[in-house]
């Protein structure tokens, strides 16, 4: 089962929820059913370092090189 992320169209919260087929998930903060999923990017271990397919690090809250200033 797939994890997505979200954006909700009310709020503007931003989630990730592991969803199955066509299921629609609920804003874990204002309860809508209004969200939109995200382009998410993927990332991998090589070697000891994490890289990201975006360029920055694998974390969705900052855009460092590396993970280990925030792991």
Do not use: N
Not at 29 to 46: I, L, N, T, W
Request: some cysteine.
């Amino acid at each position: 089962m797939p994890i997505f992320e979200f954006r909700c169209g009310r709020c503007r919260h931003e989630f990730e929820k592991l969803v199955t087929g066509a299921t629609v998930p609920a804003c874990p903060e204002c309860g809508s059913k209004r969200v939109e999923k995200k382009f998410s990017v993927f990332g991998s271990k090589s070697g000891g370092k994490f890289t990201s397919s975006k360029g920055g690090s694998g974390c969705t809250s900052c855009a460092k090189s590396s993970c280990s200033s925030c792991h």
